[in-house]
């Protein structure tokens, strides 16, 4: 097994689109990049902690390829947007990387380069070591799927986990 800690917006978008995956055994919410010890969400969403919204995502790279969770995290968020996707804003958004390991560096190194590729205009996806990884509070596990009506899952959510279906379907489970 391998796990990646991910940060690319909003968690509960992370988290709903990794959940779909083949070869997904685990994803867990959290916040990594920041000052402060055990921050709670509110302290996070002031932007005042550091720490991003993470998700660490957990697979099986002889049924998913590292690369293919790379590729899925580009496509699923605007690895183009400094400190924000979309309406959320803030430093707790930013488009980051957290590696444990030289391998994973140039893991996503080569991510990168790849998803500068796709992308028109620069990539400032950011790429720095983990730090210390503090799980999200239990409602933000799998929120997705616990309030799929929720306003922002409707919005915002939804049609990122429906890229990714359609952009990566081999590696979709089935409904």
Known sequence: ?????????????????????????????????????????????????????????TFDPEIIP????????????????????????????????FYTSEEQKQLFERSLVRAAELWDGPVVTEIAPLAEFYSAEQYHQDFFAKNPGQGYCMAVALPKVNKVRKSFAQYVKAA
């Open 66 to 97: 590292a690369d293919v969770i790379l590729d899925v995290f580009f496509t699923l968020h605007d690895p183009r947007q400094l400190n924000r996707q979309g309406n959320d804003v803030g430093t707790q958004y930013r488009s980051a990387m």
């Open 1 to 57: 097994m391998q796990t990646f800690v991910l940060a690319g917006g909003c968690f509960w978008c992370l988290d709903a689109v990794y959940r779909t995956l083949h070869g997904v055994v685990d994803v867990i919410s959290g916040y990594t990049g920041g000052q402060s010890a055990d921050p709670t969400y509110e302290e996070v969403c002031t932007g005042q902690t550091g720490h991003a919204e993470v998700v660490a995502v």
